[in-house]
Protein backbone atom coordinates (compact mmCIF):
# COMPACT_ATOMS: atom_id res chain seq x y z
CA UNK A 1 0.00 0.00 0.00
CA UNK A 2 1.68 3.38 -0.92
CA UNK A 3 2.24 5.85 2.04
CA UNK A 4 0.15 9.37 1.28
CA UNK A 5 1.54 12.52 2.32
CA UNK A 6 -0.88 14.89 4.33
CA UNK A 7 -1.32 16.85 1.55
CA UNK A 8 -2.78 13.86 -0.41
CA UNK A 9 -5.11 13.08 1.95
CA UNK A 10 -6.30 16.26 1.87
CA UNK A 11 -6.29 17.41 -1.94
CA UNK A 12 -10.25 17.82 -1.94
CA UNK A 13 -10.14 20.72 0.46
CA UNK A 14 -6.85 22.43 -0.44
CA UNK A 15 -6.31 25.35 -3.05
CA UNK A 16 -5.47 24.60 -6.19
CA UNK A 17 -2.17 26.21 -6.18
CA UNK A 18 0.83 25.21 -4.14
CA UNK A 19 0.10 26.78 -0.53
CA UNK A 20 -0.53 23.96 0.91
CA UNK A 21 -3.70 25.85 2.59
CA UNK A 22 -7.47 24.49 2.90
CA UNK A 23 -9.61 26.04 0.01
CA UNK A 24 -11.91 29.39 1.29
CA UNK A 25 -14.31 29.29 3.51
CA UNK A 26 -17.11 30.28 1.18
CA UNK A 27 -15.70 28.52 -1.64
CA UNK A 28 -16.08 25.47 0.63
CA UNK A 29 -19.43 26.33 1.86
CA UNK A 30 -20.37 26.76 -1.80
CA UNK A 31 -19.78 22.74 -2.26
CA UNK A 32 -21.88 21.51 0.58
CA UNK A 33 -24.65 24.02 -0.69
CA UNK A 34 -24.37 22.73 -3.94
CA UNK A 35 -25.03 19.23 -2.47
CA UNK A 36 -27.76 19.87 -0.65
CA UNK A 37 -29.50 21.18 -3.23
CA UNK A 38 -29.20 18.56 -5.44
CA UNK A 39 -30.29 16.16 -2.14
CA UNK A 40 -33.13 18.69 -2.49
CA UNK A 41 -34.27 17.85 -5.50
CA UNK A 42 -32.69 14.53 -7.22
CA UNK A 43 -35.76 12.59 -5.70
CA UNK A 44 -38.79 14.59 -7.20
CA UNK A 45 -36.29 14.22 -10.56
CA UNK A 46 -36.09 10.91 -10.52
CA UNK A 47 -39.95 10.41 -9.38
CA UNK A 48 -40.79 12.77 -12.91
CA UNK A 49 -38.38 10.81 -15.13
CA UNK A 50 -39.81 7.63 -14.19
CA UNK A 51 -43.31 8.60 -15.00
CA UNK A 52 -41.94 10.17 -18.22
CA UNK A 53 -40.86 6.52 -18.79
CA UNK A 54 -43.76 4.85 -17.76
CA UNK A 55 -45.94 7.14 -19.94
CA UNK A 56 -43.41 6.77 -22.65
CA UNK A 57 -43.20 3.15 -22.49
CA UNK A 58 -46.81 2.33 -21.33
CA UNK A 59 -48.72 5.06 -22.19
CA UNK A 60 -49.63 6.17 -18.18
CA UNK A 61 -47.85 5.83 -14.80
CA UNK A 62 -49.90 4.48 -11.73
CA UNK A 63 -48.97 4.87 -8.62
CA UNK A 64 -49.11 1.13 -7.58
CA UNK A 65 -45.83 0.75 -10.80
CA UNK A 66 -44.05 3.69 -9.49
CA UNK A 67 -44.31 2.22 -6.21
CA UNK A 68 -43.18 -1.06 -7.41
CA UNK A 69 -40.32 0.42 -9.01
CA UNK A 70 -38.97 3.04 -6.67
CA UNK A 71 -39.01 -0.02 -3.83
CA UNK A 72 -41.42 2.17 -1.37
CA UNK A 73 -44.75 2.22 -0.32
CA UNK A 74 -48.04 3.42 -1.95
CA UNK A 75 -48.36 5.68 1.26
CA UNK A 76 -44.71 6.99 -0.26
CA UNK A 77 -45.48 7.55 -3.73
CA UNK A 78 -49.75 9.18 -2.69
CA UNK A 79 -47.24 11.70 0.18
CA UNK A 80 -44.77 12.55 -3.23
CA UNK A 81 -47.86 13.25 -5.76
CA UNK A 82 -48.60 15.79 -3.20
CA UNK A 83 -45.58 17.23 -3.21
CA UNK A 84 -44.73 16.78 -7.13
CA UNK A 85 -48.61 18.63 -7.50
CA UNK A 86 -47.80 21.63 -5.24
CA UNK A 87 -44.52 22.16 -6.99
CA UNK A 88 -46.74 22.19 -10.22
CA UNK A 89 -44.88 19.29 -11.70
CA UNK A 90 -47.62 16.56 -11.94
CA UNK A 91 -51.41 16.15 -11.73
CA UNK A 92 -53.83 13.46 -10.55
CA UNK A 93 -56.65 11.78 -9.72
CA UNK A 94 -57.41 9.22 -7.06
CA UNK A 95 -57.12 5.92 -8.18
CA UNK A 96 -56.36 7.40 -12.20
CA UNK A 97 -53.29 7.94 -14.08
CA UNK A 98 -50.60 10.44 -13.28
CA UNK A 99 -49.63 12.77 -15.81
CA UNK A 100 -47.01 15.88 -16.18
CA UNK A 101 -47.61 19.35 -16.75
CA UNK A 102 -45.53 21.32 -19.00
CA UNK A 103 -42.94 21.54 -16.15
CA UNK A 104 -42.57 17.98 -14.76
CA UNK A 105 -41.70 17.17 -18.44
CA UNK A 106 -39.23 19.89 -18.84
CA UNK A 107 -37.41 18.65 -15.59
CA UNK A 108 -38.00 15.09 -16.94
CA UNK A 109 -36.65 15.65 -19.75
CA UNK A 110 -33.21 17.13 -18.68
CA UNK A 111 -33.14 14.79 -15.73
CA UNK A 112 -33.17 12.01 -18.82
CA UNK A 113 -31.00 13.48 -20.86
CA UNK A 114 -28.17 13.60 -18.02
CA UNK A 115 -28.55 10.20 -16.78
CA UNK A 116 -27.96 9.02 -19.83
CA UNK A 117 -25.25 11.39 -20.52
CA UNK A 118 -23.82 9.99 -17.17
CA UNK A 119 -24.60 6.12 -17.96
CA UNK A 120 -23.07 6.61 -21.63
CA UNK A 121 -19.70 8.25 -19.86
CA UNK A 122 -19.32 5.36 -17.38
CA UNK A 123 -19.98 2.61 -19.70
CA UNK A 124 -17.35 4.25 -21.90
CA UNK A 125 -14.68 3.79 -19.01
CA UNK A 126 -15.63 0.39 -19.16
CA UNK A 127 -17.73 0.13 -16.26
CA UNK A 128 -19.69 -2.79 -15.71
CA UNK A 129 -23.89 -2.89 -17.06
CA UNK A 130 -24.92 -3.62 -13.82
CA UNK A 131 -22.63 -1.20 -12.22
CA UNK A 132 -23.02 1.23 -14.06
CA UNK A 133 -26.70 1.59 -14.03
CA UNK A 134 -26.42 1.50 -10.10
CA UNK A 135 -23.71 4.16 -10.03
CA UNK A 136 -25.52 6.39 -13.18
CA UNK A 137 -28.94 6.63 -10.65
CA UNK A 138 -27.94 9.33 -9.02
CA UNK A 139 -25.21 10.99 -9.90
CA UNK A 140 -26.62 12.97 -12.51
CA UNK A 141 -28.06 14.88 -10.30
CA UNK A 142 -24.44 15.91 -8.58
CA UNK A 143 -22.16 17.03 -11.26
CA UNK A 144 -22.39 20.56 -12.90
CA UNK A 145 -22.83 21.14 -16.36
CA UNK A 146 -19.39 21.82 -17.39
CA UNK A 147 -18.82 18.27 -16.08
CA UNK A 148 -21.76 16.87 -17.88
CA UNK A 149 -20.45 18.43 -21.22
CA UNK A 150 -16.96 16.96 -20.54
CA UNK A 151 -18.14 13.34 -20.04
CA UNK A 152 -20.82 13.59 -22.99
CA UNK A 153 -18.15 14.69 -25.24
CA UNK A 154 -15.87 11.50 -23.74
CA UNK A 155 -18.23 9.61 -24.54
CA UNK A 156 -19.37 10.53 -27.63
CA UNK A 157 -15.63 9.90 -28.98
CA UNK A 158 -15.83 6.36 -27.99
CA UNK A 159 -19.05 5.36 -29.52
CA UNK A 160 -18.73 3.03 -32.50
CA UNK A 161 -19.94 4.68 -34.90
Known sequence: MNARSPAQ???????????????????????YSTVRKAHETELIEDYVE???DLID???EARA?????RMG???????KMIRRMTEAGLVTSQPYRSIFLT??????????????IVVLRFLRALGVSEDTAR?????VEHHISDE???????????REPG
Open 9 to 31: ELDHVLRDDTSGELLDPQIHARQ
Open 50 to 52: LIA
Open 57 to 59: AKG
Open 64 to 68: VELAQ
Open 72 to 78: VTQATVG
Open 102 to 115: EAGHNMARVSRERH
Open 134 to 138: QDAEG
Open 147 to 157: TMEIMRRFADD
